[in-house]
């Protein structure tokens, strides 16, 4: 017989419960002290309801005719989908075909488990020993189905000979009965148990996908590892950055918060943790036996009650990432079919892991580069002091070098070219490239100031010179002494005040409104104008003599379509900039937008840009700049702008530009640009290479 335990109480509702415990051990050796292996079922017991020895049931031939409704009542333990209930379920199905005193069941999971002994009911609350129960007539048959052997059934009774053959063939139809039920219930535990651990392998599947933040994917995954493979702890430890601990990274398990947290180092010189980490082999054992093998056991997993664990590698191709370590407070060991799945886990993490490092890694490296590239950028910038200029393009490369050229002399500089080309930073920054930069840069518009106060604006007026003169001013020529005095729009200047302006640009001197005195002035004149002055002369509302005298070198400034390279890098500078002053944060801007923006003739040229992009930030409240396309002049757009080409070669670079937007960028072919032009694919390159146009760079 094997080991039993029964231990009577009463619960809240005055029933007797009792508490069935049955061995793994199926050879019995102790009587006395509990099993080292057992299993409880407690079942409630009237207290009214005992069994009369002295009347006995019926005789088995009666019983006989009533096996179908015993097969009957049997047919409602198959429902029973738990091992558990099912067990609880037997003794009542067969109090009525037979008397006993004592049921036990031998039960034979399988998957590398013992057998285990159950003690399903028993009416006496005595001893462990049957014997000692009074028991003297016991019966066992076996629980087999087509299949498999489950273990054997197993009734008892203090009455002596209680068993006839007609009681054992009526047994043994019944325990096929329990046989079935308990292959059923025990073949939807497994697949209940596989679809647990399939469905935890796609969890840690798609939250790899779907999650790059490591320690969120760990602890979803650490808590569903433990559930599913019965254990009271997971921890995922990885190396620490000294590379001489390994640290908790993620864990989870109950009662033992305030002992062992996240991110608490853990000694990687002796423990076991360490030994799977440097060899790469997994251990799975008793906390004893590490002890006896010469390792050493963190004290606070001794602390916590741990005795059993697993602990496995987390390897990558090339190297051990970290640990996947669990452990049970009981003595039950790991199978290997667990250990089989545990290592399926290892591998996912492992990949997690190696994600995560490499994301960190990527990240940092961005970071890294994205500091760089401001670095770099305020360097090309800053170099020649063209840090407000922004473009690469060919035509601008040779505004910059004449702006160079001319910069260290004192010679005075006309820039021409159509509004909003930026005029007036060529100048500044001929300004700052010149011995004068540590000296003034008077910049003044000659457009914006009425006629009658251009001159007092120009060379300063004396006190009551006009009405409204309270006071002395000094002109922007005085006050641009050794320095450079900026005139834009000059072809606004009117022809009277042409002479005066002459003089200053030949004599050095000048005389203020309503003085007599002259004064002398070292400033040198930066001119730009959007007008042909050319033609003004030739229409006689500009002076040719100051003509030629403002035009000793002149810089023309190329319009926004003529460089339509430089168009992605205007857009990106103008909107980092009213991104940083409104705060807020762009991220991306779509191709698409780039590519209209790109192909758009711009007559506004980067005045227009600059407030289109201004309007983009202000509506986009997202990290995607929205841009309000339909703001675009249609006109503009489809190639036709305002003015003629000053020289046959503009002429000629807007007219090849205009047919590469158009296609794309596309040169040979049918439907590239070459065969749209009427030239061949050789000759429309050369004219690229020689006119400096080059593909902008998105």
């Known amino acids: 017989m094997p080991d039993i335990a029964i231990e009577t109480r009463d619960d809240s509702g005055g029933h007797r419960m009792l508490s069935l415990i049955g061995s793994c051990r199926p050879n019995r ?40 409704m ?24 067969l109090r009525p ?53 489950l273990g054997r059934l197993e009734i008892a009774s203090r009455r ?41 392998l796609l969890d840690l599947t798609n939250s790899l996908v779907s999650n790059l933040e490591l320690r969120d994917v760990l602890t979803a995954v650490m808590r569903g590892a433990r559930r599913i493979m019965r ?18 990274y993620a864990l989870d398990f109950q009662g033992g918060g305030d002992i062992l947290q996240e991110g608490e180092l853990i000694d990687a010189q002796g423990t076991i943790t360490a030994h799977v980490f440097r060899t790469g082999k997994p251990w799975v054992g008793r906390i004893e ?34 640990t996947l370590g669990l452990r049970r407070r009981d003595d039950t060991m790991y199978t290997d079919e667990e250990v089989n799945f545990l290592i399926q886990v290892a591998n996912q993490i492992a990949v997690a892991v190696e994600n995560a490092l490499a994301y960190d890694e990527i990240r940092s490296l961005k970071d890294k580069l994205a500091e760089e590239r401001v670095y ?44 909003g080309t930026g005029k007036e930073l060529i100048a500044r920054a ?29 060379f300063g007026h004396e006190k009551g010179a006009f009405t409204g003169a309270v006071a002395q001013r000094i002109g922007r020529f005085e006050l641009a002494n050794a320095g450079t005095v900026f005139l834009d729009e000059v072809g606004e200047i009117p022809l009277d005040l042409q002479t005066k302006l002459l003089r200053v640009l030949q004599e050095r001197e000048f005389e203020r409104l309503g003085s007599s005195r002259t004064l002398r002035t070292d400033a040198r004149l930066i001119a730009a104008t959007n007008r042909d002055l050319a033609a003004l002369v030739a229409a006689q509302k500009f002076r040719a003599d100051l003509f030629y005298r403002l035009n000793v070198f002149p810089v023309h400034m190329p319009p926004l379509r003529d460089r339509p390279e430089d168009i992605p890098l205007l857009v990106r500078h103008f909107v980092e900039h009213y991104a940083r002053r409104m705060n807020r944060a762009i991220e991306t801007i779509p191709s698409e937008t780039m590519e209209a923006l790109t192909r758009y003739r711009w007559p506004g040229n980067i005045r227009e840009l600059q407030n289109l992009i201004e309007r983009a930030v202000i509506l986009s409240p997202g990290p995607v700049l929205r841009v309000p396309l339909g703001d675009l002049d249609v006109s503009a757009a489809a190639g036709r702008h305002d003015g003629k080409p000053q020289t046959l070669e503009e002429a000629e670079r807007g007219h090849i530009v205009a047919a590469l937007t158009d296609t794309k960028w596309v040169v040979a072919g049918p439907r590239g640009a070459a065969a749209r032009l009427g030239m061949n694919r050789s000759t429309l390159q050369f004219r690229m290479k020689k006119l400096g146009i080059a593909r902008p760079k998105m």
């Open 70 to 93: 015993a097969l009957g009542i049997f047919h409602a333990l198959k429902g029973q989908r738990n091992v558990e209930g099912l067990l609880r379920a037997i003794p009542n199905a």
């Open 430 to 458: 001929i300004h700052n490239l010149s011995p004068r930069c540590s000296k003034a840069f008077v910049k003044l518009n000659c457009a914006a100031i009425p006629t009658g106060l251009l001159e007092s604006e120009l």
């Open 160 to 200: 002596a000979d209680a068993y006839s053959d007609d009681d054992i063939r009526l047994l043994t139809v019944v325990a096929d009965e329990i046989a079935l039920a308990l292959d059923n219930a025990l073949s939807h535990e497994q697949v209940r148990e596989g679809q647990d651990r399939l469905g935890l």
């Open 376 to 419: 770099l950028r305020d360097e090309i910038r800053t170099e020649r002091n063209f840090e407000e200029i922004v473009g690469k393009s060919a035509v601008l490369r040779c505004v910059l070098k004449n702006a160079e050229t001319v910069a260290p002399t004192d010679s005075t500089v006309l820039i021409y070219g159509e509004t």
């Open 97 to 149: 075909l037979l008397a006993f005193d004592c049921v036990s069941l031998l039960l034979d999971r399988g998957a590398q488990s013992q057998p285990c002994w159950y003690v399903l009911e028993s009416e006496c609350a005595v001893a462990t020993d049957l014997a000692t129960q009074g028991c003297l007539s016991a019966r066992a048959v076996p629980l087999t189905t087509t299949h498999r052997t």
């Open 29 to 68: 050796t102790d009587t006395v002290s509990l099993p080292k292996y057992h299993r409880a079922i407690a079942n409630p017991v009237s207290a009214t309801r005992t069994l009369n020895v002295e009347n006995r049931p019926m005789t088995a031939h009666q019983r006989i005719g009533g096996q179908v």
């Open 289 to 322: 036996d590490v002890l006896e093998s010469g390792l050493e056991v963190n004290p606070k997993w001794l602390e916590l009650g741990f005795k059993v664990g697993c602990v496995l590698p987390l390897a990558s191709r090339h190297r051990i990432l970290g």
């Open 231 to 248: 254990s009271d702890s997971a921890v995922v430890a990885l190396p620490d950055a000294d590379a001489g601990h390994l640290r908790a």
